[in-house]
C-alpha cells in the first residue's frame, strides 16, 4: 500500500506540476503576445512619425520656394510699373492723342502682375492612403503654370479622387492617426476613406 500511495502522490505531484507549467506557458504566451503587439504599435508609431517629419520638411521647401516666386513676381511687377509710368509720361509729353494714350495704359497695366497665385501649398493624399501616398503639392505654382484658378486646381485633384489637407488639418490628422494607433483601434496602412473620416471628426 505503501509504494501505491507514494506512487499516487508523485502522479499528483506531476500533474500539478503539469498544469502549473500549462499555465505558465499560457501566461507567458499572453505576455509574449502583448508584447509583439506593443512593439507593432510603436513601429507604426515610428512610421507615422517618420512620415510626419518628411512632410514638414517638404511644406517647408515649398514654402521657401513659394516666398522666392512671390518676391520675384513683386520686383517684376515694380519693374514694369516704372517702366510704364515713364512710357506713360513720355506719351503724355509727346501726343495728345488718346488712342495712343490708352494702348500705353492697357500694355502696362499692372493689375494682374499685382495679383499672382502665391503661397498655397496643401498635402495631398492619394488612392493609395496613408503612409504610401502621400506627398506635398504646391496649387500656387500648378496654377501659375498652367495659367488658371487655384480653385480650378483644387476641384480638379479633388475630382480625381485626392484629399487636399492644409498644414494644420495635416498635423491635426496626424495627432488623431496617433491616438487611434496608440489605443489599438487603428493599424496602418490607412485607406483613403478612413483618414478622410479621421480627419474631419470632431
Known amino acids: 500500500m505503501e509504494g501505491l500511495d507514494a506512487f499516487r502522490t508523485r502522479l499528483k505531484a506531476t500533474r500539478d506540476q503539469g498544469l502549473t507549467l500549462?499555465?505558465?506557458?499560457?501566461?507567458?504566451?499572453?505576455?509574449?503576445?502583448?508584447?509583439?503587439?506593443?512593439?507593432?504599435?510603436?513601429?507604426?508609431?515610428?512610421?507615422?512619425?517618420s512620415l510626419e517629419t518628411t512632410i514638414t520638411a517638404e511644406l517647408e521647401r515649398a514654402h521657401?520656394?513659394?516666398?522666392?516666386?512671390s518676391l520675384g513676381r513683386t520686383q517684376a511687377a515694380a519693374i514694369f510699373s516704372l517702366v510704364g509710368l515713364a512710357l506713360k509720361m513720355v506719351t503724355a509729353a509727346a501726343t495728345d492723342n488718346p488712342q495712343a494714350?490708352?494702348?500705353?495704359?492697357?500694355?502696362?497695366?499692372?493689375?494682374?502682375?499685382?495679383?499672382?497665385?502665391?503661397g498655397t501649398v496643401m498635402v495631398c493624399i492619394?488612392?493609395?492612403?496613408?503612409?504610401?501616398?502621400?506627398?506635398v503639392v504646391s496649387i500656387s505654382e500648378l496654377a501659375r503654370g498652367s495659367n488658371r484658378p487655384e480653385l480650378t486646381i483644387i476641384g480638379e485633384l479633388h475630382r480625381q479622387g485626392y484629399l487636399l489637407l492644409s498644414?494644420?488639418?495635416?498635423?491635426?490628422?496626424?495627432?488623431?492617426?496617433?491616438?487611434?494607433?496608440?489605443?489599438?483601434?487603428?493599424t496602418l496602412p490607412v485607406p483613403t476613406s478612413k483618414v478622410t473620416e479621421v480627419a474631419f471628426s470632431t
Open 22 to 49: 500549462k499555465a505558465a506557458a499560457v501566461s507567458l504566451g499572453e505576455s509574449l503576445a502583448a508584447m509583439s503587439d506593443e512593439l507593432a504599435r510603436r513601429d507604426q508609431m515610428q512610421r507615422l512619425r
Open 64 to 69: 521657401r520656394s513659394e516666398s522666392t516666386a
Open 101 to 118: 494714350r490708352r494702348f500705353v495704359d492697357t500694355v502696362f497695366s499692372t493689375n494682374d502682375l499685382n495679383k499672382p497665385p502665391c
Open 126 to 135: 492619394g488612392s493609395k492612403g496613408l503612409p504610401d501616398d502621400v506627398r
Open 167 to 186: 498644414e494644420q488639418a495635416f498635423t491635426d490628422l496626424m495627432g488623431k492617426l496617433a491616438a487611434a494607433i496608440m489605443e489599438d483601434s487603428l
